[in-house]
């Protein structure tokens, strides 16, 4: 349990433990205050009771003491829900923070799958924030059963025996319980996942079945293995049942045996009548070890979740710099540039204001190329320039100023339509955006949605190609010094797509365009094309040019001999 | 849920309604919860009795009592576990009417609008919660009523007037407890909405996180994440005030009769009471009242306010179980033999009341035995087009008759969609899904006549269980096609139904339609469908034009276009009929129009091998096609007209 993670899981429980403020330290007075007050408790009912009988002691004094602990009792308890809860929010609101800051630094680097970033943000910082609370609760929760039995001694250490004896009993019983309940849970969540995948299965279908008229049938054949259902959810109350029924007999026969106990011992008059309610209570206290389990459950938790927030903590981030991006026409240079175990010691000059085609089999690294040019990634060797200067020299927000993206796959940001165009370091005015997506060919299509423009992002269902003309307008509504469409228009039909070309080569004519391509005809039209193979330039020129070599017409798959028209 | 009694009546509701509907079951959970409170009754009585034999020196009585004790603690425990079995009796078909709820719901709400499968983890999940708190609250609750009215029923018979002392602070106690409890629910739900919402932006974000980057835009997102994540931390400040709140009410209804018992001790005493009786009064109220009012706030404040905000949410999602669409009206006019297949008149149609129309003033005849494929851009309302041929949107303007009846008939034509849907079943019943009488041999000559022989043979024959995630779209397709190709249905309608198969494969399974009799409308992915096709309607969002391939280009420049580019040998587009088309000779042909450029277009797969040069006297199907606006220049084909036949 050396693990860099570990340490790390921990170090974050402080640090959420310190930004859960002043409410962590309540967590802990109160639970000391509860603890204390429920130990004291049945020895001042003793006394209290013992001081009823007309003729004995005073009987107000003896009240106080009860008073006094119930309420201090009573306001432990209140404040320490307030602050149970206070602080596992501020503790999880901390983490969050640091979470998303953190995710957005490393960008596209970052190593966790997507729902799992989720999942770890959402599920696991929340229980990670429980630790401030919880772990000075588990601590405590040990002092009542422990006092229990202490106090129970010094009143007769023959009941404190009696009832430790018991105590094993309760244990076997957790024990039992939790075996029985896994096995059960477990075939009950397979028949549901079975029950769940059907629907999903339907729900895939539904365009099918609506025009089927089958639904009522496909309800029923999702719902089929309902009785199965059924069936391991009464197992599962069956063994409930039992481990309720033992639980029920097993404390009222430990109270038994504490009656039988200090009734001998009052026959014997070493108890008081008073001391005989102390020990029933006792027994009960003493057999209180399950919140203990409990709390250390929680605190295990606690530091899984946290284990798995200090994952993504510890995935390291690119370093910014803070210089501005020197006049030029966005000329790119790639020097002996290695990255990804694809491309090894690529050396590029991207003349400024040209359209370049990067052409090259999949897997040729053209999208990391892509990536780079905008530093997306960092190369392992090598660098990276933008009209002279070390991408990793310019501030973060000036090199995004400067340098846009469309991919083939965009994920798009925003409520509306128009926000999701939008989207970016600034605001483009509304005019702007909507020639923005006139240029992409998208403004066709968003004209027929509900509400056009202003329709909801998550109620405008796009196609791939759709979805592709969103994030081309996106990039030309910010169009910076150099703009890369990374297979950007695959999905677009054939019209479509010659005449978004069209306008990235004319419209954007003094811009850098860096264009991966794998439609022999994008490439034909660009100024220049480079043909990377092997994880360097094999070729760089017009497409004319390299058209006369076999090997690169064969990049496009065009087989040899090509042209045997019949 | 918007008021503060929502919540509160919800769960009633649930609940009376649960036990309303099995009553059975309900008299049962009676009849065991009064033997499970047989322990709590008796306890402060047994301990009195046995605390004063005890201090009368008198051990054999005491013992008595405490055996008496031991053996309703037996007792109960026996109450407790029969218990369990009726409760579940109860529970276990409410959940299943949730589960039938939530699966008609979603498989509804999905035939209506976009599949959402996020909705079944989601729906499962919360319906597990309400099966779990809704077991839960039965076993508090009304753990609660019975081990409280025992308690307080065996302390009036063991001191009737102590019972009045305790029952104010404890009525006082619950009803706090209880006017909480509605505010409480909503400060719940809006936790359980902000954790979505999180979770929601956060995986946004993580897809995304490459065009976020990219975009610049990490402070916007961080903000609006941020503003998110405050919130939530709000929210759960508001839950847990809440919580206070509840342990205030706990503290009164029950650490107050305890003090007031101990108060009024010396008095009760005073009036005859023994010690023991003082003892067992006391028992009651450490040992019956306090743990079932425990269980009671933690239980109801925790998992009750779970049920009631899930249980909402589930309603709110799978309400309106009704069929997606109204039934076909008994059919206003008789169907006539000589109606044409399919016939639209006047049909404009739009997704919402602002939306630009994707079809407008459509009038299109399709006569039965046709084969017509449809070709446009993406996007251009060819998939409309289908939908509403299959009756399953309504247009806003015009008509749209099937066989001379309304449209939406599933006996009078078939839908294939371009998600292929193949579900877990037998290959045999993937097949006959929409022909359950098929005969065997005609499913297996519709299988050799698609080209899925084969895949069947893989599978395992057509006995064998189909997992459809093992299998290709391509493959998918398949199925779907063959399932289509058995179907009694006279119109076919494939919406791009072959557009994961190869080029052969779809050519394959589209000649097979062909072939059958029947009527076939081909929504086109390639543009070899049209070629394929008896004719062709193009789409290109102003005008629709029907003709033969042959005949087109002529008079649609898109069509021209589609073609050029298909044949200019694009490789993203193979296509087997124009096999002179791959590529230029050799070196030095290269052209800026891309390998194939040096061809110049042409009509090379046009398998009539009719000149494509238009001509004044070409055959057309007048009266067919219209699009929103006549077009005089293209007249040439007099293929537009703004009415369809009278």
């Known amino acids: 349990m050396t693990s860099p993670t570990t340490a790390g899981a921990d170090r974050l429980l402080v640090g959420a433990a310190r930004h859960s403020g002043g409410w962590t330290g309540l967590v802990a007075a109160t639970a000391v205050a509860d603890a204390l007050a429920a130990v004291l408790l049945p020895l001042a009912l003793a006394r209290a009771v013992d001081a009823a009988p007309p003729g004995g002691p005073s009987a107000a004094s003896a009240l106080w003491p009860c008073v006094a602990l119930v309420l201090l009792s009573a306001t432990a308890e209140v404040l320490s829900e307030l602050a149970t809860g206070c602080s596992a929010a501020r503790a999880t609101a901390w983490l969050r923070h640091a979470l998303v800051r953190h995710v957005l630094a490393v960008g596209p680097a970052l190593r966790v799958p997507p729902g799992d970033v989720a999942g770890r943000t959402v599920g696991g910082a929340a229980e990670a924030g429980t630790a401030p609370s919880a772990a000075p609760e588990a601590a405590v929760a040990l002092l009542p059963p422990l006092g229990a039995l202490t106090v129970l001694a010094f009143i007769d250490w023959r009941l404190a025996v009696a009832v430790a004896v018991a105590l094993p009993a309760i244990v076997l019983l957790l024990r039992v319980f939790v075996r029985d309940i896994t096995a059960s849970a477990h075939r009950y969540l397979s028949v549901q996942g079975t029950i769940a995948g059907r629907l999903a299965e339907a729900l895939a279908g539904a365009r099918t079945i609506a025009a089927a008229g089958t639904a009522e049938r496909e309800a029923e054949r999702v719902l089929r293995p309902l009785p199965g259902l059924r069936a391991e959810g009464e197992t599962m109350w069956t063994v409930q049942g039992g481990v309720a029924a033992r639980g029920l007999l097993t404390l009222l026969l430990l109270q038994v045996a504490a009656v039988g106990a200090a009734g001998a011992e009052l026959m014997a008059g070493r108890v008081t009548a008073g001391e005989l309610v102390a020990t029933v209570q006792y027994a009960g206290l003493a057999a209180g070890f399950g919140p203990v389990l409990t709390h250390v459950l929680r605190l295990g938790r606690a530091r899984a979740g946290a284990r798995r927030a200090a994952e993504i903590l510890e995935q390291p981030a690119p370093a910014d710099g803070d210089a501005a991006v020197p006049e030029g026409r966005g000329t790119l240079e790639f020097r002996g540039v290695s990255a990804g175990g694809v491309l090894h010691g690529l050396d590029l000059t991207v003349p400024g204001g040209l359209a370049v085609a990067v052409v090259g089999r999949s897997g040729a690294g053209k999208s990391l190329l892509a990536a780079l040019a905008g530093r997306l990634a960092d190369p392992d060797r090598g660098e990276v320039l933008l009209d002279g200067a070390p991408l990793p020299r310019l501030a973060r927000t000036e090199l995004r100023r400067h340098v846009g993206y469309a991919f083939a796959r965009p994920t798009l940001f925003g409520e509306t339509v128009l926000d999701a165009i939008a989207f970016g370091p600034c605001r483009p005015p509304e005019s702007w955006l909507r020639e923005s997506a006139r240029t992409a060919c998208a403004d066709d299509f968003v004209r027929r949605l509900p509400q056009g423009y202003a329709t909801p992002l998550a109620d405008a269902p796009m196609s791939g190609g759709e979805l592709q003309r969103m994030g081309l307008a996106r990039a030309f509504a910010h169009a910076g010094r150099v703009l890369v469409l990374d297979d950007a228009t695959s999905s677009l039909d054939t019209v479509t797509e010659v005449q978004v070309t069209g306008a990235v080569l004319d419209r954007f004519g003094d811009r850098t365009r860096l264009i991966i391509a794998h439609r022999a005809g994008t490439a034909a039209r660009a100024d220049l094309v480079v043909w990377l193979d092997g994880g360097r330039v094999r070729g760089r020129g017009t497409h004319a040019e390299l058209w006369r070599d076999p090997a690169y017409r064969a990049v496009f798959g065009v087989a040899e001999p090509a042209g045997a028209a019949p | ?646």
């Open chain 2, 1 to 646: 849920m918007t008021s503060r009694r929502e919540a509160a009546r919800l769960l009633w509701r649930t609940a009376a309604g649960a036990v309303r509907g099995r009553p059975r079951a309900a008299s049962a959970v009676l009849a065991w919860s009064l033997l499970e409170a047989v322990p709590t009754a008796v306890f402060g009585r047994a301990v009195a009795q046995a605390t004063d034999a005890f201090l009368d020196d008198r051990p054999v009585r005491a013992a008595a009592w405490l055996a008496a004790l031991a053996v309703a603690a037996v007792v109960g425990a026996y109450g407790s576990r029969r218990l369990y079995l009726a409760l579940a009796a109860l529970v276990e078909p409410f959940r299943d009417d949730l589960v039938r709820a939530v699966t008609r719901g979603a498989l509804y709400r999905s035939l209506r609008g976009r599949p959402d499968t996020g909705a079944v983890a989601r729906l499962t999940h919360q319906v597990e919660i309400v099966r779990d708190t809704f077991g839960g609250i039965l076993v508090v609750a009304r753990g609660f009523v019975f081990a409280a009215g025992a308690a307080l029923l065996g302390l009036a018979t063991l001191m009737p007037e102590v019972t009045l002392l305790v029952l104010p602070p404890l009525v006082a106690g619950l009803v706090l407890f209880g006017a909480a409890f509605g505010a409480a629910a909503i400060r719940q739900r809006a936790l359980v909405v902000g954790e979505e919402e999180i979770a929601e932006r956060t995986t946004a974000l993580a897809e995304g996180l490459r065009d976020v980057v990219a975009c610049g835009a990490e402070d916007q997102v961080r903000e609006r994440l941020a503003a998110a994540v405050d919130a939530q931390a709000a929210a759960g400040r508001a839950v847990a005030r809440f919580a206070a709140v509840r342990a205030l009410a706990l503290a009164v209804s029950g650490w107050l009769p305890l003090l007031v018992v101990l108060a009024a001790a010396p008095w009760l005493m005073r009036r005859g009471a023994t010690p023991g009786m003082v003892v067992g009064a006391l028992a009651y109220v450490l040992h019956g009242l306090q743990p079932a009012l425990r269980t009671l706030v933690q239980g109801m404040g925790g998992s009750g306010l779970r049920l009631a905000v899930t249980l909402g949410r589930i309603l709110e999602t799978s309400a309106p179980v009704a069929p997606p669409l109204p039934p076909v009206a008994e059919a206003p006019r008789e169907e006539r033999a000589d109606a044409p297949a399919v016939e639209l008149r006047g049909v404009t149609f739009a997704y919402g009341a602002s939306a630009r129309p994707v079809i407008s003033g459509l009038d299109l005849t399709i006569p039965r035995g046709d084969h017509l494929a449809v070709v446009g851009p993406s996007g251009i309302g060819k998939s409309t087009l289908a939908a509403l041929v299959a009756g399953l949107l309504a247009p806003l303007e015009g008509e749209v008759l099937v066989a001379g009846r309304p449209a939406g008939d599933p006996a009078a034509r078939v839908l294939i969609p371009q998600e292929a849907y193949v579900f877990t079943g037998t290959v045999h019943e993937n097949l006959t899904y929409l022909a359950p009488d098929a005969r065997d041999e005609d499913v297996v000559r519709a299988a050799d006549e698609l080209g899925l022989a084969r895949l069947v043979r893989d599978l395992g024959g057509y006995g064998a269980t189909v997992d459809p995630a093992a299998l290709t779209e391509g493959q998918r397709q398949l199925i779907a096609l063959c399932r289509a190709y058995l179907a009694p249905a006279p119109l076919i309608v494939l919406d791009e139904a072959a557009c994961r198969l190869d080029a052969a494969a779809e050519a394959r399974a589209e000649e097979a339609f062909a072939r059958r009799p029947g009527t076939l409308v081909v929504i086109a992915h390639r543009v070899s469908s049209a070629v394929r096709a008896r004719r062709v309607l193009v789409l290109d969002g102003t005008h629709a034009r029907v003709g033969r391939h042959a005949d087109l280009p002529a008079v649609s420049p898109l069509y021209r276009d589609l073609i050029g580019r298909w044949e200019s040998g694009d490789p993203d587009r193979p296509s087997p009929e124009a096999p002179g088309t791959a590529g230029p000779e050799g070196p030095g042909t290269a052209d800026p129009e891309g390998p194939g450029g040096s061809q110049p277009p042409g009509l090379l797969g046009d398998p009539d091998r009719v000149h494509p040069v238009p001509r004044a006297d070409l055959p057309v199907d007048a009266g067919e096609v219209v699009a929103d606006r006549p077009d005089r220049q293209d007249e040439v084909l007099g293929d537009l007209r703004r009415r369809g036949p009278a």
